[in-house]
């Protein structure tokens, strides 16, 4: 994968969606087709020999590349969403991100202690949205739990909130 390549196709738009943040859009990346192949392609290279038997997405951006990495890693994918949107039983956990307080939610059964997950979102801001997720997956208890973004932006130091141990690895570093 050309990182430069992938980094130009990133589109920066401040101010949104509150002043001061400075949003880093995969809209532009998702669109170019060579962008897409090259980064799907490096994704399923870094996982292929994982095991992985569930892509878990965060809502929404997080939906687009685990749903494609999960067929082509030929595993399954399962969707965490903001409160209220799963049918069935869920399990739910808040945090603080970038902009306030937030609850995600997932099926209670969506996940099994055979899995081999692997979680997935665009991008790692102070790292709250994923730590949350990884707490979610902990009612499951599933085998191993690998962590994986688009983008991770540095300065920010959300990597630093993951327990030691967890494999977190992201795409491109801003
Ligand atoms: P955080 O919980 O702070 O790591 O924030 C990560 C979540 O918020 C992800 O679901 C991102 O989609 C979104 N997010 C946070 N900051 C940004 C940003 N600067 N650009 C794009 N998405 C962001």
Not at 140 to 153: D, G, H, K
Request: aromatic share 8%; glycine share 8%.
């Amino acid at each position: 994968m050309d990182e430069e390549f992938i980094k130009k196709q990133i589109r920066d738009v401040m101010d949104f969606p509150i002043k001061g943040i400075v949003f880093k859009d995969i809209t532009t990346l998702l669109k170019n087709a060579d962008a897409l192949q090259s980064v799907v392609q490096e994704l399923y290279e870094r996982y292929k020999d994982k095991g992985i038997t569930k892509v878990v997405g965060i809502e929404s951006r997080g939906f687009v590349m685990a749903s494609i990495l999960a067929y082509k890693l030929k595993a399954g994918f399962v969707p965490i969403r903001k409160p209220g949107k799963l049918p069935a039983l869920t399990w739910s956990e808040s945090y603080d991100n970038e902009y306030g307080r937030d609850t995600i939610e997932i099926h209670q059964d969506a996940i099994s202690t055979d899995d081999v997950v692997l979680l997935h979102d665009d991008v790692l801001a102070t790292g709250g949205t994923m730590l949350a997720a990884y707490r979610l997956l902990g009612h499951s208890a599933p085998r191993c739990i690998y962590v994986n973004f688009l983008v991770e932006l540095e300065a920010l130091g959300g990597r630093k909130a993951f327990p030691s141990g967890l494999e977190v690895d992201s795409l491109i570093k801003c």
